[in-house]
Every structure is written in structure tokens, then in C-alpha cells.
């Protein structure tokens, strides 16, 4: 028996980082929790500690499997276990590395001769498997199989003698997608790669220095935004203060840095009521649902007719509202419902992957309120689609409803290549846009809807705010890589 794979990009990690604050585990405990969508599997913290008469820092480290509110459970752990001014924290879900190693649970820590290090890293490394084989032939072993492990490997190794210079060293020798926050006996160190393909943003909670993946986790307690990490920067916050520092790859190549900050944190995956890259996450996906609306409309046909537009829930609701809102002044009668119900108490299914368990699986997350649909004509936003097996049941699970049509929307383009960034597709033969070719109406059909459209990736581009040389990565639409990939990680990519 095993659980189903979710009908949805899996990735990323949350990350949080504070300095300064005597309830520095609490803090991190309630960032990790509003940061909680960004992953599932198993969380961690680690604080520094002073310990009288001991030259170094203690760190303290509890990690587990599962959610932040069950693995700290005994506040005890919070309270005692993980005393100190300063603190790291991570939400996983696993990109690179298995899900059942615990030995990959973050955040890792080292005690080395420059001192204690403890690392969390949102993102996926491009060139790890090789940097990972010179490490293991030069006689390192490694704990975990994460990717992220071989940064504290290479800091370790280094020949500077300042820790911040080591850590700084080892990010010059990676490529790929990171958004870091570090703990050394001194200082929490944030960190972002070039491109800043994920997001990480600093805030100020009274006099302590707060770093987290998304600005949610600073309302949570207080905390005010100040401003983002820059792509390619390093901050080091201390003592003395905060100093900020660039990275090696962005001064050797000589020419300005274009970003490619991920699109889908937009479409998907990080929370409406947290800004990232600069502009408010809402703001963005509802100029989705605005664009989709005036590309793909869909009409009453006399004055008998009704449409009504739902939302798959919740990551669908705030592109829903610009989709109405804009039919609206374009004079469509439609109006928006709430004709799906999701159930946010929904656990393991003990159930095999079949097709029928499938069905069960949508069941027991949704339900559609059937006195709203009946005999309408049903219009379904959905933020994207990627095997296509739970839009499917949808489709299906809204007919029992007996609505007169279904006409699916999505606000972004077709999904059809993996990601090597830190987002979790499934393999290339399982993205229905790929097995149908791209063809829309095949898709459709396979889904069983009255007729779908995709956002196009013009209209997803003028979404996002673009400015200087912000630009962002699109690859899982358009297969245009930014950053160059391993050849061993297409490899593996196609053996999955
Ligand atoms: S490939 Fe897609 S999911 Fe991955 S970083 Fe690029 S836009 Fe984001």
C-alpha cells in the first residue's frame, strides 16, 4: 500500500532565518508554519547557543518527519531544547535526495575547523553530481543525498580562514538554483544565486534580523519587510550589524546579470498574501485571471443562459476573482460561485494508485455544491495542469452535478518540459501536454471538458512585473533552459 502521487508541482523548500531575538526557535517555529505550503515531509531547526566558558557556540538541532506543528509538538523542545539568540529553520519536500532519508532532513550541520556551520537551502543545485564525485574521490563522505550537502562540504574545505569567505568560496563554485540562509557562531548568513530563481526576503522584527522564502512568515510574528536578498548577494548579519557582499560569478563575468526568477512562484506556489520578487503575489495572479479572461472568454449564449465561474480551491481562488472581474466589464453576464468545496482534512489513503482510487482521492479532497451547477454553464479555474488525472476527475466529479457545460480554464500555459530548479514534476511522459503533443483539443477531450484554454506565455509574461533585469524562467512552458543542466540529471530525469 503507498499513498498517491499529487496531480501537482511538488517542490521547493521553505526556508527561515533569524538573528538576534531571545525567542529565536519560537520565531522560527511560527515562520515555518505560515511557510508550511512549501513543504510537507519534514522540517527542522537549529539555533546557536552560548555556552559559558566554551570558545564555540552550541547548536541545537531537532529535526522530524512531518508537519512543523506535529514534529514541535512538546513546546518543551521549543522552549528548552532549542535555547539561543540565533536560528535556522526548513520545510522540506524533497527535489534532490530521497524522501526517506532522514539523514536529509535540513537544516545540515557540520563542526569543522573554522567552526560550526548549519545550512537550509531552498532551490536544486545544477552541477552537485559532479562536484559530489570529486568530493567522494578526494576521500569525502557524505550523510544525506541531498544536493545541498555538498555546499557545507565545500565551505569546509576551503583555505580561506574566515567562515563567511569559506561559504562564499563554496556558492562560487555551484551553479544552479539557491536561496540559502546559514548559521556560523558569529552570524546568519543569507544567500542568494545570479538569477535569484527563488525567492528570499529580509525583514526586521525589533532589533533582530529576519530572513524567509516568502513574506508570510514575517506577519506571522510582527516582523516587517524590508526588502529582498538580491540575486547574487550574500548578507552577513552579526554583532557589528548587517553587511551585504556579492558573489564571485557576477563580478568575473563582466556583464550584467539577467535574473530569471521562477514564474510558477506566481502561478502556484507561493501564498496570495505574500509579496515575492517585489510585487504582491495576488496582485499577480489576479492579472492572470484578467489576461485569461480576455484571451479565452466564455459567453452566455441568449439571455436564458447562465455561466458561472468556480475555482479549484484554493490555490485557484485569487486568478478566479480577476477572471470574473473581467468578463464582468466586458459586459458577460457571468457570475462567480462557489460550487467546489475542498476538505483540508484530508490524510493518507490507504488505497492502491488505480484508477478508481484516483476518483476516491479527488472525493475525499473535494465536493461540488450541485444545486449551484445544475444546468449552468460551468466555467473551472485552474492554475495549471500537469498529469491531467485530477482535472480529469473533476471534470467528472462536476457532471454528477448535471451543469449544462464545463469549460476549464487555466492560467498558465501548457506544461511541458521538467524542471531543474527545485520543482518537483513528474517525468516528461506523464505531463499530459506532452503526451497529447501539446494539442489543446486532445487535451481537452482526454479531460472530458466542453472546451480548455491555456493562458499563453506572452500573456503570462506581462503578468509579472519585468523591469531592468528582472526577467523570469519559463522552462517547464517553453523547454528554454537559463542556467545549463548536468547532462546526468537529464539522464536521470528521463530514467524516472
Ligand atoms: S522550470 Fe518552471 S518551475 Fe522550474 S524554475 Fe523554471 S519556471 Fe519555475
Redesign the pocket.
Known sequence: MRTLTPDK?R?HCGVFGIFGHPEASVMTYYGLHALQHRGQEATGIVTSEEVEGRHRKRFNVYKGTGLVADVFRDEKILKTGLSGMAAIGHNRYSTTGATDNKFNIQPFTVNYKGGNLALAHNGNLTNFKRLRAELQNDGVIFQSTSDSEVILHLAARSRKTEQVLQIKEALDAVTG?YSLVLLTDTSLIAARDPHG?RPLALGKLADAYVVASETCAFDIIGATYIRDVAPGEILVIDEEGMRTGRLRSLWVSRKPHEH?H????YIYFSRPDSKIFGENVDRVRRKLGKLLAQESPVRADGPDDRVIVISVPDSSNTATLGYVTESQKSGDDVRLEIGLIRSHYVGRTFIQPDQSSRELKVKSKFNTVKGVLKDRKVVIIDDSIVRGTTSKQLVKLIREAEPKEIHFRVTSPPIR???????D?PSRDELVANRMDGNVERIGKELGADSLEYLSLEKLLEAAPAEGAKK??????SGV?PVPIEREAVKDENDR
Open positions: 508541482p517542490c538554483a530563481f530569471h521562477c514564474i510558477f512562484e518540459y521538467p524542471c531543474y530548479y527545485g520543482m514534476f523570469y524562467c519559463t522552462a517547464c512552458f533552459y
